[in-house]
């Protein structure tokens, strides 16, 4: 069986740091590898349309700016097809007949979903296509026969969901969908990347982001008010390490050789580590140090991003083609569906001369 991935983002706004650890770094190292026969990455506007319905100007605007992000962090087109979800209308058939199959009392166990709708406080208000977007989901994963997603953590359920609606159509219908298994992240901490203020997640919502495309100086500023230990006030005093957000971001980012370049006076991280725990280093000195590795992992980052911006036509046009090879696929897979699902009228030459036989009798 070929080896596929689906994976996307949102495009409710530019992507960030936490992005980056969590999934777009490991995307590129996966387009890379050469395991995969389709890598399809999808900007995910009519899922983002569910909980922003009413500000679609956001969305759109967004848009480029993911794939800006993409192409800049190294997502080759032509390795990797990147398309966006509204121009795949297959994509909705396939949710409506997957709705089939999901009964509303599991949606709502679903605890991503309830985590979800606790976040946005729509408590009972909730709308329809928010409330159903685990089956959006699955329609967007099945649609590309996709056996391989890179999720977070927080995203297994939706996995799981996925994988029982596959079960599903398969034995009530016949075996056509594939069951998708989940990538988790093999760095820990890139599962789930706090925001700049210690709070549990980076959020363009809260304010707390670095993003991919911050200018060096806002990036400086925003490490340099980094949450650290409330309680080491003195260079003197102990460090606590836990909770400590900049050295949650040097267990993401720091390496051997960044002491080298930038801090000769330590080998490794748990020098550092150690020097902080006991006291006599300051919290400048460390935001300092992790301020030279961002930039210099964003930098080139950054100056392929700036050569994409001069034509920005061009990227469009990588967008439509994705788009069309994404369709060619999702059509392909619904044909199939639909065949296995007796749905497929008129291409069923035997059925039609069935009923045509019956009824010159």
């Known amino acids: 069986m070929s080896k596929i991935i689906l994976t996307g983002d949102r495009p409710t706004g530019r992507l960030h740091l936490g992005h980056y650890v969590g999934s777009l770094k490991r995307r590129v190292e996966l387009q890379n590898s050469g395991e995969y026969e389709k890598i399809l990455i999808m900007i995910a506007d009519a899922q983002a349309l569910t909980d922003n319905f009413d500000n679609p100007e956001k969305i759109r605007q967004n848009i480029i700016e993911v794939a800006l992000d993409y192409l800049s962090v190294g997502l080759d087109p032509n390795v990797s097809t990147l398309f966006i979800q509204s121009q795949i209308p297959e994509l909705t058939e396939f949710t409506f007949y997957y709705m089939n199959l999901v009964s509303v009392a599991r949606l709502h166990r679903n605890p991503t979903v309830k985590a979800e709708i606790q976040l946005r406080n729509f408590e009972s208000n909730i709308p329809a296509g928010f409330f159903c977007y685990p089956i959006s989901q699955a329609a967007d994963i099945t649609a590309f026969k996709a056996t391989t997603v890179p999720v977070g953590e927080d995203q297994l359920p939706m996995i799981e969901q996925t994988r029982e609606i596959v079960r599903k159509f398969n034995s009530i219908y016949s075996e056509t969908l594939i069951e998708p298994e989940a990538l988790l992240p093999e760095n820990s901490v890139c599962m789930r990347l706090p925001g700049t203020d210690g709070k549990a997640k980076m959020s363009k919502s809260l ?28 260079v003197s005093d102990p460090g606590h390490i836990e909770g400590n957000t900049v050295f949650t971001y040097l267990d993401a980012f720091c390496q051997d050789k960044h002491f080298e370049q930038f801090l000769p006076e330590y080998n490794n991280l748990e020098e550092l580590k150690e020097h902080y725990t006991r006291g006599g280093l300051g919290d400048v000195k460390i935001k300092k140090f992790l301020n030279h590795i961002i930039q210099s992992e964003l930098e080139p980052i950054r100056a392929k991003r700036k050569e994409y911006e001069k034509d920005i036509s061009a990227v469009y046009d990588i967008l439509k083609a994705g788009s069309e090879n994404a369709r060619t696929i999702a059509a392909q897979t619904l044909d199939e569906v639909k065949r296995a699902m007796k749905i497929n009228y008129f291409d069923d030459t035997t059925f039609i001369q069935f009923h045509t036989q019956k009824y010159k009798m």
């Not at 304010?207 to 003195?234: V, W």
């Open 207 to 234: 304010g707390n982001c670095i993003y991919l495309a911050d200018t060096p100086e806002e990036i400086r500023q925003k490490i340099m008010s980094m949450f650290t230990d409330p309680l080491h006030i003195q």
